[in-house]
């Protein structure tokens, strides 16, 4: 927007601030393109377009309470400016409220990761299930942290036997560790 | 979900008129102290709560239409302060003869407050140099709604008194000043 015109739109804003109905549509016309660039530049698409709009209609709503001694295009700017911000913060919202409602131990840095944890989970009861029912009773013993009914030696052996055997399963899976 | 640019065109109309109705407040909010003052000098409170209910919506449909009509809204409080306080500042039952006749200080006091009023707006009006007609209602109008307020301590006849001191400061100077620009 050129110097005439910013020159041209506030005096038209001015006008309409003293509730001339006649420079409404003088000021929509050079105000909704001007507002629509900004926001588009600030925000994702899927996002920019209500915001931008309800950017215009926050303006037009305030248009009383413009203040002569501000430049109109600033003005109007600084409104839509807070809008992208409102906009950022609801969209930073709506992704915490996602995460929060992911099972509790699932609850991670990202939904990205989150997704990651959740594929590696299903690929490895994948394998579980692939292996001896005793070597499954014995991993889940280590896992639940409870103590075994035999002696620890041997316990400590099949405990071993079981690992590599899950191992080896994971790699004829998968080809890798 | 976004809107077609008709609708938006609409709503940003509607939002617009909207402002500047909520923006009216900052006009109208003058009325409550101005009945206050009024309740609170005499009992005449069903004369006093009629005009400040006629005085906030007038004010409010002038604010809202804006330009030499919402601009009129505080010279028309500021011209209209003198009925107002005038003639609540007569002593309690003060008394005057005029012509044979006994006249209660207020009622008396409600004309020449009027002319002081009438004299005001006159004056603001031609210092107007556009929209001086529209300008010249709204004062009078805000101007004669403040001051009925106020004189409505001395009723109808206090108003009436108030009206013809009024036009009396108002019609000549606004007509010399017609005259002169011409």
Same mark, same amino acid.
């Given at each position: 927007?050129?110097?005439?015109?910013?020159?041209?739109?506030?005096?038209?804003?001015?006008?309409?601030?003293?509730?001339?109905?006649?420079?409404?549509?003088?000021?929509?016309?050079?105000?909704?393109?001007?507002?629509?660039?900004?926001?588009?530049?600030?925000?994702?698409?899927?996002?920019?377009?209500?915001?931008?709009?309800?950017?215009?209609?926050?303006?037009?709503?305030?248009?009383?309470?413009?203040?002569?001694?501000?430049?109109?295009?600033?003005? !109007?700017?600084?409104?839509?400016?807070? /809008?992208?911000?409102?906009? #950022?913060? =609801?969209? %930073?919202? &709506?992704?915490?409220?996602? +995460?929060?409602?992911?099972?509790?131990?699932?609850?991670?840095?990202?939904?990205?990761?989150?997704?990651?944890?959740?594929?590696?989970?299903?690929?490895?009861?994948?394998?579980?299930?692939?292996?001896?029912?005793?070597?499954?009773?014995?991993?889940?013993?280590?896992?639940?942290?409870?103590?075994?009914?035999?002696?620890? !030696?041997?316990?400590?052996?099949?405990? /071993?036997?079981?690992?590599? #055997?899950? =191992?080896? %399963?994971? &790699?004829?899976?998968?080809? +890798?560790? | 979900?976004?809107?077609?640019?008709?609708?938006?065109?609409?709503?940003?109309?509607?939002?617009?008129?909207?402002?500047?109705?909520?923006?009216?407040?900052?006009?109208?909010?003058?009325?409550?102290?101005?009945?206050?003052?009024?309740?609170?000098?005499?009992?005449?409170?069903?004369?006093?709560?009629?005009?400040?209910?006629?005085?906030?919506?007038?004010?409010?449909?002038?604010?809202?239409?804006?330009?030499?009509?919402?601009?009129?809204?505080?010279?028309?409080?500021?011209?209209?302060?003198?009925?107002?306080?005038?003639?609540?500042?007569?002593?309690?039952?003060?008394?005057?003869?005029?012509?044979?006749?006994?006249?209660?200080?207020?009622?008396?006091?409600?004309?020449?407050?009027?002319?002081?009023?009438?004299?005001?707006?006159?004056?603001?009006?031609?210092?107007?140099?556009?929209?001086?007609?529209?300008?010249?209602?709204?004062?009078?109008?805000?101007?004669?709604?403040?001051?009925?307020?106020?004189?409505?301590?001395?009723?109808?006849?206090?108003?009436?008194?108030?009206?013809?001191?009024?036009?009396?400061?108002?019609?000549?100077?606004?007509?010399?000043?017609?005259?002169?620009?011409?």
């Amino acid at each position: 927007m050129d110097n005439a015109a910013r020159a041209e739109l506030h005096r038209n804003m001015q006008r309409l601030a003293d509730g001339d109905r006649s420079a409404f549509s003088p000021v929509y016309k050079a105000l909704w393109p001007v507002l629509r660039a900004f926001v588009v530049r600030q925000l994702p698409p899927s996002d920019s377009e209500d915001v931008a709009q309800d950017a215009l209609l926050k303006v037009f709503a305030r248009a009383s309470d413009f203040d002569p001694e501000r430049e109109a295009v600033t003005w !109007a700017l600084g409104i839509a400016a807070f /809008e992208v911000r409102t906009a #950022r913060k =609801r969209a %930073a919202r &709506r992704k915490e409220e996602l +995460v929060e409602q992911l099972p509790s131990g699932m609850q991670t840095a990202s939904p990205e990761k989150a997704i990651m944890d959740r594929n590696l989970e299903a690929a490895a009861l994948e394998v579980l299930g692939t292996l001896r029912p005793s070597d499954i009773e014995t991993l889940q013993l280590v896992a639940s942290g409870r103590s075994p009914p035999l002696a620890r !030696a041997t316990f400590r052996k099949r405990v /071993e036997r079981a690992l590599k #055997r899950l =191992r080896l %399963a994971w &790699r004829t899976k998968h080809g +890798v560790d | 979900m976004a809107l077609t640019e008709d609708a938006l065109l609409t709503r940003a109309r509607r939002s617009y008129e909207l402002g500047r109705l909520r923006a009216t407040i900052r006009d109208s909010w003058v009325v409550a102290p101005i009945v206050a003052v009024g309740a609170l000098r005499h009992s005449n409170l069903s004369l006093i709560l009629a005009a400040g209910m006629m005085l906030f919506a007038i004010t409010t449909l002038l604010s809202w239409r804006g330009q030499s009509w919402g601009r009129a809204v505080w010279p028309g409080y500021l011209a209209g302060a003198a009925p107002l306080l005038i003639p609540s500042l007569a002593p309690a039952k003060s008394v005057c003869w005029i012509g044979g006749s006994c006249w209660s200080l207020c009622v008396l006091l409600c004309p020449v407050s009027g002319l002081i009023a009438g004299l005001a707006v006159g004056v603001l009006a031609t210092k107007q140099r556009e929209g001086r007609l529209p300008f010249l209602a709204a004062t009078t109008l805000i101007t004669g709604m403040t001051g009925a307020v106020g004189c409505a301590l001395a009723g109808f006849l206090g108003i009436t008194g108030m009206i013809a001191g009024g036009l009396l400061g108002l019609l000549p100077v606004y007509l010399m000043a017609q005259v002169r620009r011409a």
